[in-house]
């Protein structure tokens, strides 16, 4: 991912973090629980990267701001080819 978009996406989750938590409907939280245990217990890096692009995109819909739903669809193809081997191996050593 480029540093622009890295940049972008620290200025805004959390924003779009905090409107969820704010907004989120019982079942938009049960997607993000959802979500974070999957990465917990995903034992491939296929399974982790799949869960992990599921929870990051979770608040924004839970956000229940339409025009934040539509950045995170211009986000979501980059950060979907971000490598995550990284952040699965330091989950397996973890523990997680």
Do not use: W, Y
Request: charged residues 25%.
């Amino acid at each position: 991912m480029s540093l622009p978009l890295m940049e972008l996406r620290r200025a805004i989750e959390p924003a779009v973090a905090e409107l969820a938590a704010l907004r989120a409907e019982d079942h938009e939280i049960l997607v993000i629980t959802d979500a974070f245990r999957a990465m917990e217990k995903a034992d491939t890096l296929q399974s982790f990267s799949e869960a992990d692009l599921a929870f990051h995109r979770s608040p924004f819909v839970a956000s229940g701001n339409p025009v934040f739903m539509q950045l995170e669809v211009v986000l979501d193809p980059p950060v979907a080819n971000v490598p995550r081997q990284s952040a699965f191996c330091s989950a397996r050593q973890d523990g997680r």
